[in-house]
């Protein structure tokens, strides 16, 4: 089945600097990619997804982007603000066969002032 | 507004007493699931379901069992709930059929298993 590899599982970052979150995937039918937001005490959120037929995908200050080779996506978000402070989980599926979600183990970022 | 609603948020109870946490959605989705949050080990499935009638096990069922007799329902029961399930529970439902598949979470359900 679907393996996901996120690192790094805690991230310290300068307000206003950038912050990159790296995920893994193991199952080629994997064809879409999203993520997700956590926000203390609340529930996750989806903030941006990918699919296998685009390279990169940018809303605002969060881009995406996706090496089908490689088997890696990551999260880019610049120009960072408090706000941004969360948990943020990376999840592959395969639309194609069973919708099932897998998720990565979350990434605790914290934007210091 | 659409959404997903568990129940109860909060819950303590003691080893062996049964306990049911409801879920139902109001977006018609075909895809549901369950997922427990611990500490450093993410979102793990638990149950997922496709369709009425259709349930499947995700990486971590044991102590858990589900049903989907009607597509807007998913309730997970625990028969006999021992510590290690104290965990926080999410329900998720997505469109499914291959759909654009963003996951749609419950506010969550804080158990404690004492």
């Known amino acids: 089945g679907e393996n996901v590899e996120q690192h790094p599982s805690t991230l310290s970052v300068q307000e206003g600097d950038s912050a990159v979150i790296k995920c893994t995937y193991s199952?080629?039918?994997?064809?879409?990619f999203p993520w997700y937001k956590q926000e203390l005490g609340k529930r996750p959120q989806l903030i941006i997804d990918i699919r296998s037929n685009v390279g990169e995908k940018k809303d605002q200050r969060i881009a995406v982007t996706l090496n089908k080779t490689a088997k890696h996506f990551s999260l880019h978000i610049t120009e960072t603000q408090p706000e941004d402070s969360a948990v943020y989980f990376c999840a592959a599926s395969s639309t194609d066969r069973d919708d099932k979600i897998i998720f990565g183990k979350g990434t605790r970022l914290h934007i210091l002032p | 507004e659409a959404q997903v609603t568990q129940n109860p948020r909060y819950l303590i109870t003691v080893t062996g007493k049964k306990l049911t946490v409801t879920c139902s959605q109001n977006m018609n989705h075909e895809y549901m699931s369950w997922y427990r949050q611990d500490p450093g080990l993410g979102l793990r499935q638990i149950y997922y379901?496709?369709?009425?009638?259709?349930?499947d096990k995700g990486d971590v069922p044991e102590g858990y069992k589900v049903s989907r007799k009607e597509k807007r329902n998913f309730p997970l029961i625990l028969e006999s709930p021992s510590p290690n399930q104290t965990s926080l529970y999410f329900c998720a439902s997505s469109p499914g059929q291959g759909r654009d598949t963003e996951a749609f979470f419950g506010q969550g359900t804080r158990l404690t298993v004492v």
């Open positions: 379901s496709m369709n009425v009638e259709v349930t």
């Open positions: 199952d080629s039918a994997s064809n879409y």
